[in-house]
């Protein structure tokens, strides 16, 4: 039961010029069902590349990407911008919240935008929160949340449409050492209670150490780490 796979993934920038870059040279990756795998890469290696290849914001030079066991990766603009909002989860470094909307508003708006009953809506958000340990803050604008509580409302907006991936550039990227540890855990708490599978870049050795699996990506090719 494969979540994401990807096959021979290529991707080359300014081919052809002085300035070409082989980035990705052959990627291969299976995210089994509930499976959340750390990818580790320094600065350049192409790790926001992969990512957004895997997540159907780009697309690759070669090779395949299965999303649910579907192969996406030649479908129309269309299904693969259906296939982005229903089974991918995005989150970043940054939250990139809604500021004029509260944290509870924030959560229940792309599940109305994917048609949820508004009612539905804020039942799963309340859930969500209540996960990561902050029901007391939903109805505050992000402005009013500190930075950890700010990545855990961005944590649950990527999870309010059941995706069956999450794909995570840097989550606590953002945040001090100590913080970073304690929103890392909801994260981790948030996918293990949704059976999500996910693939999670970071730098930090520690958390990436209490993942299933650590894959290093290092001139254009994915190793065990
Ligand atoms: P990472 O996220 O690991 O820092 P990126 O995927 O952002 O790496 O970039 C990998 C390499 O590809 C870098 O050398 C970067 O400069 C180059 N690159 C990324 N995007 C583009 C682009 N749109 N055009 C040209 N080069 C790019
Ligand atoms: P952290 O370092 O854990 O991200 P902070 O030290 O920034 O948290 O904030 C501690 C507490 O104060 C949190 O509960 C946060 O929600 C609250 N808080 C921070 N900034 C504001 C604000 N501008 N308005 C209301 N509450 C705030």
């Given at each position: 039961?494969?979540?994401?796979?990807?096959?021979?993934?290529?991707?080359?920038?300014?081919?052809?010029?002085?300035?070409?870059?082989?980035?990705?040279?052959?990627?291969?990756?299976?995210?089994?069902?509930?499976?959340?795998?750390?990818?580790?890469?320094?600065?350049?290696?192409?790790?926001?590349?992969?990512?957004?290849?895997?997540?159907?914001?780009?697309?690759?030079?070669?090779?395949?990407?299965?999303?649910?066991?579907?192969?996406?990766?030649?479908?129309?603009?269309?299904?693969?911008?259906?296939?982005?909002?229903?089974?991918?989860?995005?989150?970043?470094?940054?939250?990139?919240?809604?500021?004029?909307?509260?944290?509870?508003?924030?959560?229940?708006?792309?599940?109305?935008?994917?048609?949820?009953?508004?009612?539905?809506?804020?039942?799963?958000?309340?859930?969500l929160l209540g996960i990561v340990?902050?029901?007391?803050?939903?109805?505050?604008?992000?402005?009013?949340?500190?930075?950890?509580?700010?990545?855990?409302?961005?944590?649950?907006?990527?999870?309010?449409?059941?995706?069956?991936?999450?794909?995570?550039?840097?989550?606590?990227?953002?945040?001090?050492?100590?913080?970073?540890?304690?929103?890392?855990?909801?994260?981790?708490?948030?996918?293990?209670?949704?059976?999500?599978?996910?693939?999670?870049?970071?730098?930090?050795?520690?958390?990436?150490?209490?993942?299933?699996?650590?894959?290093?990506?290092?001139?254009?090719?994915?190793?065990?780490?």
């Open positions: 039961d494969v979540s994401l796979r990807l096959t021979g993934i290529t991707k080359s920038y300014n081919a052809g010029t002085a300035a070409a870059v082989d980035v990705l040279r052959g990627v291969d990756v299976s995210l089994t069902k509930g499976e959340v795998v750390a990818l580790v890469a320094p600065s350049g290696a192409g790790k926001s590349t992969l990512l957004h290849i895997a997540g159907l914001l780009d697309t690759p030079d070669a090779g395949t990407v299965e999303i649910g066991g579907t192969d996406v990766t030649g479908a129309p603009d269309r299904r693969r911008t259906l296939v982005r909002r229903d089974e991918v989860g995005f989150v970043y470094q940054f939250h990139h919240l809604l500021p004029e909307f509260s944290a509870q508003e924030n959560i229940v708006l792309p599940q109305l935008a994917a048609g949820v009953a508004r009612r539905d809506a804020d039942a799963r958000a309340k859930e340990g902050i029901a007391a803050r939903a109805d505050h604008r992000p402005a009013a949340l500190s930075g950890g509580e700010q990545q855990r409302v961005a944590f649950c907006r990527a999870l309010a449409n059941r995706p069956s991936v999450l794909l995570a550039d840097e989550p606590t990227g953002n945040l001090d050492p100590a913080t970073s540890d304690t929103v890392f855990d909801a994260l981790m708490t948030l996918v293990r209670e949704t059976g999500l599978s996910a693939l999670i870049a970071t730098h930090n050795m520690e958390l990436a150490a209490k993942m299933d699996r650590q894959l290093r990506l290092d001139q254009g090719v994915l190793s065990p780490a």
